[in-house]
């Protein structure tokens, strides 16, 4: 009974179903038909209801004519303009890439098939980020590096190059495809990413990354008010006039004729093919320790470095604290800051003979050990500290 009664709801389901597709259909038609009517009434008409249709007609003509005709007139100035406006659109992205960190825009890669970089996301600073850090001496962390390309998430034991710095593991053909690092650069990492030199990967080489967000703003509103365009190279004037403003932002004064002669000692050491000018990037690592050093404090500095740096630091105290008692002498502080950097700031000496503790040590050489992050060799010459 239960199945007789299923067929028979199912016959009456589908007779309602037919019932409205049917009017549906009749719906369409009597639309149809009253459409066409008014139509045939109006060809049915008089005169004037022809007039008027004419006049709009014209109207319609005359007003697409014109139409036409604008936009015929201005195409000369637009056409001049075209090379400004993608001169600013140039600059624009140029500054997008500088706020968000970025090296390469997917669409300035050279081959379809390269992989997008990746977006980097600005550090935040923490409640807790001037407080001090107590880090041990004699325990080293000895961090593994990872298994698996950062890239590409696969593991193929020895062909994986490691970062000096941080865990991370890549391919050189993962990061040729990404399109951070060129055919020099690339030769660079396989010859010394396994030796004691080590290599830096594309996230620990740029130190601007280090930055957050508001201190980024700061500097890029210094960098507009001296109309310095991002990823432009600069001459031994711009740099002076850049550094000039800074001081008198800084300080309210002018550099004095023996910073200004130190500038250009920089900007020498960054030209060592005397080229005439310095490049992007050499000028953004020197602007982002400036604002390291401006807006951190040592124990904040301390927190930015990673387990590898720690050991390395601790590796350099050790040897030097042969007698065990946990300290070094000022002297021997200076000796190990000159172990990352081979000229330092004649201003940066100290005369103070107060033995230099572990913390003390670690504290004061943080923005040393970060500076010596970058593979350019022209960026330890000589530091703005």
Known sequence: MGVLMSKKQQVEKVQKCSAVVSAFQAGIKDRAVAVKQPEGDAEEGEGPAQTSANQEEKRTEDGGQEETDNSAGPSTSQQASAPARDECKVNQEAWSRLRDGKGVEPEDLEKSHQLTPPAFVRPKREADD??????????????????????????????????????????????????????????????????????????????????????????????KQCKIIPESCLVSDELLQYRHFVSKQQFEKDLTDEQEEEVLVQFAALDPEKKGHIEWSDFLYFESLAVLKKFRTENSLVRLLTAKERDSARSVFLGLALDKDGVISRAECRQAQQSWFHNLNKDSQSCNVRPVTWADFLRESAIFILAARPNSSAMHIRLPL
């Open 130 to 223: 001037d407080q001090p850090v107590e880090v041990e001496l004699e325990k080293k962390e000895q961090p593994p590096s990872d298994e698996m390309c950062d890239v590409c998430e696969v593991w193929t034991a020895d062909d994986l190059y490691p970062c000096r710095i941080c865990t991370r593991v890549f391919h050189d053909g993962c990061l040729r495809e990404l399109g951070y690092l060129r055919a020099e650069a690339l030769q660079e990492m396989r010859d010394t990413a396994h030796t004691v030199t080590g290599w830096s990967c594309y996230y620990c080489d740029n130190l601007n990354l280090l930055l957050t967000e508001e201190e980024m703003y700061s500097l890029m509103e210094t960098f």
